[in-house]
């Protein structure tokens, strides 16, 4: 079956970094995304990655390695409002979404 | 305000009503989707439209019907739900295959509470 992993929930400090990892077992790739939810919201597009590497964006950062099955998000300088929800969704071989059950962030001053 | 507008945000329904989720996109994107979100699950994949034709039915409960009338206007008919069916309904849309352009553009959802 295919399977995206990601810890429930996480804990960090303002101003600190966190690295949100994603390990993944999908039937192809054809790329791979983050998202940003907060609680009632609609979750927002973060990041694509679809080769191997780091890919910078602001504070916001996403790795892959494909041989691996593996991502990460890593966020920099955190602030209050980056407590949310990051969920990781691999496209697999027919470009359906596949979804993990999503990161909790919180940020604690 | 995403792009894709869902409404009502809030609907408390009992178990014999009849009510209609609706969701709407001016993005120009050719496919449509709806979601159900649990707490501390992934995100489930109910239908899939593009271009007006369902592509995909997940093996979801008859009491879920969809409707695409057009290629911006999606709507979710819910007849005799059940208490399980308790949660966040979100519409996406995006241009199929998803990919660079962003992938998925979500609506705020839909909190539904079955009583």
């Known amino acids: 079956g295919q399977n995206i992993d990601q810890p429930t929930e996480m804990t960090a400090t303002e101003g600190a970094i966190v690295q949100i990892n994603c390990t993944y077992q999908?039937?192809?790739?054809?790329?791979l995304f983050w998202y940003q939810q907060h609680a009632g919201e609609a979750p927002t597009f973060l990041s694509y990655?679809?080769l191997d590497g780091l890919e910078e964006k602001g504070r916001f950062s996403s790795f892959l390695s494909r041989s691996k099955g593996y991502s990460y998000l890593l966020l920099k300088e955190l602030q209050m409002k980056d407590s949310a929800s990051y969920l990781c969704?691999?496209?697999?071989?027919?470009?359906?979404?596949?979804w993990g059950a999503g990161t909790k962030l919180i940020i604690k001053p | 305000e995403t792009g894709v507008t869902q409404t009502p945000r809030h609907l408390v329904m009992g178990m014999t009503n009849k009510k209609s989720l609706k969701c709407e996109q001016h993005?120009?994107?050719?496919?449509m989707y709806w979601y159900k979100q649990s707490a501390k699950k992934p995100l489930e994949l109910m239908f899939v439209?593009?271009?007006?034709?369902?592509?995909e039915n997940n093996s979801v409960p008859s009491r879920f019907s969809p409707e695409c009338p057009n290629s911006s206007h999606l709507f979710l008919h819910l007849h005799t739900l059940q208490p399980e069916d308790s949660a966040l309904y979100l519409c996406?849309?995006?241009?199929?295959?998803?990919?660079?352009?962003?992938?998925?553009?979500f609506g705020s959802g839909t909190r539904l509470t079955v009583v």
């Open positions: 990655n679809v």
């Open positions: 996406a849309s995006s241009q199929d295959p998803p990919g660079q352009t962003g992938g998925y553009t």
């Open positions: 439209y593009n271009f007006k034709e369902q592509t």
């Open positions: 969704a691999v496209v697999d071989s027919n470009y359906q979404l596949i």
């Open positions: 999908t039937s192809g790739f054809n790329g």
């Open positions: 993005l120009g994107h050719n496919a």
